[in-house]
């Protein structure tokens, strides 16, 4: 197929197109219509909260900016109906940059125009609106445009200008192929443009939640704070019991699974679970309250938890760990003998037994969560673990490798109230949604919250983490005072 082709107004363009003054293919008398003049409208008509007025400062790209409109009352909108938009109107620049132009879409249907603009209204058996506003869209449109405007200081155009000016345009079916691909893609940019602005935004909020108001330091700290106070009201003067031996069977017991179908539980002792449950001790509460919710490595706990005719004060079914928290009394003879037996005996069930004394875990927290954290994950390094085989990761013979670390980072990470703390401060989850994401995140949700310390100290800009320095810019930039253009810039720039 062959074209020819015919110069015009704005060089090249193919013989077949029509031609005709931009007034003959809009709608009769107020095809091309200036804005309200200065007596119909005054600034002081202009509202916070009413219909919009599109000023020259709105006119995008083919598109009406929605930013900082100025509005007026309905009354004055009734008033105005004259020069009321509706959807498929092009609305110029009628002052300054006169190439300015943007195409009214459903959103601003109804909306008013401001006296330093100029409405197109196509006639739509005869041209496309859409194909219309890129035609006007044409560089050299624009700059026919600009070269017939009036004005020695500030450019202008009036209804009779931009009238007669000339437009060409295929068949009306042609023309809407041609708006509806435009049209598509123009839509995609903006929807790109809508996402990195609000990628933007949000990178913007983190930048100065992390390194302005250093929200995972407060929230470790905070952290931190409650977890003393709850040890200080937990605290009670017969618990401080301090100088005695380790309770006997502490670390004992094997894994394994409880042998044979599950006996019914006699209701007595369900009865004196739930009592137990009842009347805990300070120490079971806090222990509790880090237990609960999984929030030790991911393992479930399960408190006064009857197993044959003992009830274990925390028990662990997945990893069969029971956790025994003990008082004074346990110290006497008659007493160990009793969690002697007791533990053999749950042992024999498959069912490790770690025991500690309240005030350790009133005093000593952080280190019995440890205990219980590495007898948690201890059978699970060893089910991971392949032996005698290379890994591509590195991995030695019966090593953990890179993936064992990432796991053990975020396990110890999970287990610590205040990296907990951090790492939903980082993230913007609440505590329990913590627990439910994927791994890969949890791994770098751990390896962020560990780069924030613990404490905030003074410094010559006011509070900055613990570690962190104040420094001049020139210390950590290389800064150039020299001044470039566009032609002496060095290529290295």
């Known amino acids: 197929m062959s074209f020819s082709f015919q ?6 363009m193919e013989s077949s197109l029509s031609r005709d003054r931009l007034a003959d293919i809009c709608v009769d008398k107020i095809g091309v219509q200036t804005g309200p003049f200065g007596s119909q409208l005054h600034q002081e008509d202009y509202v916070e909260v009413g219909s919009p007025i599109i000023t020259v400062e709105h006119l995008g790209d083919n598109r009406i900016l929605h930013e900082n409109m100025p509005c007026v009352t309905d009354d004055d909108k009734n008033r105005l109906s004259k020069y009321h938009l509706k959807s498929g109107d092009v609305v110029f620049s009628r002052v300054g940059s006169v190439d300015r132009r943007a195409l009214v879409r459903d959103a601003e249907d109804g909306w008013l125009f401001s006296g330093r603009c100029l409405r197109v209204r196509a006639d739509k058996n005869k041209i496309d609106p859409v194909y219309l506003s890129y035609f006007f869209g044409l560089e050299t449109f ?3 445009i600009r070269s017939i405007a009036v004005g020695a200081t500030m450019p202008s155009i009036n209804t009779k200008i931009l009238s007669d000016v000339p437009i060409y345009y295929p068949q009306l079916d042609r023309q809407k192929e041609i708006a509806n691909v435009l049209y598509s893609i123009d839509e995609k940019i903006e929807l790109n443009r809508q996402i990195n602005q609000s990628l933007e935004q949000i990178a913007q909020a983190i930048f100065k939640s992390w390194f302005v108001d250093f929200d995972p330091v407060k929230a470790k700290i905070l952290a931190k704070e409650q977890l003393k106070d709850s040890l200080t009201q937990t605290l009670s003067h017969k618990e401080r019991v301090s100088n005695l ?17 599950k006996p019914p539980i006699p209701p007595k002792l369900l009865e004196a679970a739930r009592e137990l449950r009842k009347n805990q001790t300070d120490a079971e509460h806090l222990l509790w309250n880090i237990l609960r919710n999984r929030q030790i490595a991911d393992y479930k706990f399960r408190r006064q938890h009857p197993i044959g005719k003992f009830i274990l004060d925390f028990y662990c079914h997945e990893r069969k760990l029971a956790i025994e928290l003990d008082g004074g009394q346990h110290n006497e003879q008659e007493q160990k003998e009793y969690d002697e037996a007791r533990t053999e005996w749950l042992k024999e069930q498959g069912v490790e037994v770690l025991r500690f004394w309240n005030n350790e875990v009133l005093k000593m927290t952080e280190a019995v969560v440890e205990k219980i954290y590495y007898s948690l994950t201890q059978t699970l390094s060893q089910r991971e673990r392949v032996s005698n085989l290379p890994s591509p990761s590195g991995r030695g013979a019966g090593g953990e490798g890179e993936e064992s670390k990432g796991l053990s980072i975020v396990q110890k990470a999970l287990a610590d109230p205040m990296e907990r703390a951090a790492m939903c401060a980082i993230s913007g989850k609440s505590d329990a949604d913590l ?14 919250a560990a780069l924030f310390p613990d404490e905030l100290v003074e410094s010559e800009l006011g509070l900055i983490p613990k570690g962190w320095e104040v420094g001049a810019i020139d210390e950590v930039c290389h800064l150039n005072m020299t001044s470039w253009t566009k032609k002496n810039a060095p290529d290295d720039v």
């Open 142 to 144: 624009k700059n026919y």
């Open 435 to 448: 627990d439910q994401l994927p791994a890969e995140t949890l791994k770098q949700l751990a390896a962020t």
């Open 245 to 261: 031996p380790s309770p006997s069977g502490r670390g004992a017991g094997g894994e394994g699974e409880i042998a044979g179908q």
């Open 7 to 12: 110069q015009t107004e704005y060089g090249k």
